[in-house]
Nanobody, 120 residues
Framework: QVQLAESGGGLVQPGGSLRLSCAASRINFSNYNVNWYRQAPGKQRELVAI???????NYADSVKGRFTISRDNAKITVYLQMNSLKPEDTGVYYC??????????????WGQGTQVTVSS
């Protein structure tokens, strides 16, 4: 059974940093686009960052220059480095992996989420 496990969330003061991790079991991210989403209370889930199977990255305008998505060489863990955090970054952060090959294009996996709270 494929699992995505997020970790690294917590409470941080404005201006602080956190690094989230998304660890995969039974899949290799080299065949998946991996997305970080977040959902704030009372709001819709929004896409924060993406790293494609080929390693291309893209970010929501609200986090550009502050967040960095990366992937380890073994391609089983994706990270989201979050710097200069703001209260509006608060929410539950979810890791999502979508297959990109003909053989796995229907695969769409989600983690359980990790809470990030930015508050003084």
């Amino acid at each position: 059974q494929v699992q995505l496990a997020e970790s690294g969330g917590g409470l941080v003061q404005p201006g602080g940093s956190l690094r989230l991790s998304c660890a995969a079991s039974r899949i290799n991210f080299s065949n998946y686009n991996v997305n970080w989403y977040r959902q704030a209370p009372g709001k819709q889930r929004e896409l924060v960052a993406i790293i494609t199977s080929g390693g291309t990255t893209n970010y929501a305008d609200s986090v550009k220059g502050r967040f960095t998505i990366s992937r380890d060489n073994a391609k089983i863990t994706v990270y989201l480095q979050m710097n200069s955090l703001k209260p509006e970054d608060t929410g539950v952060y979810y890791c999502n992996a979508k297959g990109v090959l003909l053989s796995n294009r229907g695969n769409d996996y989600w983690g359980q989420g990790t809470q990030v709270t930015v508050s003084s």
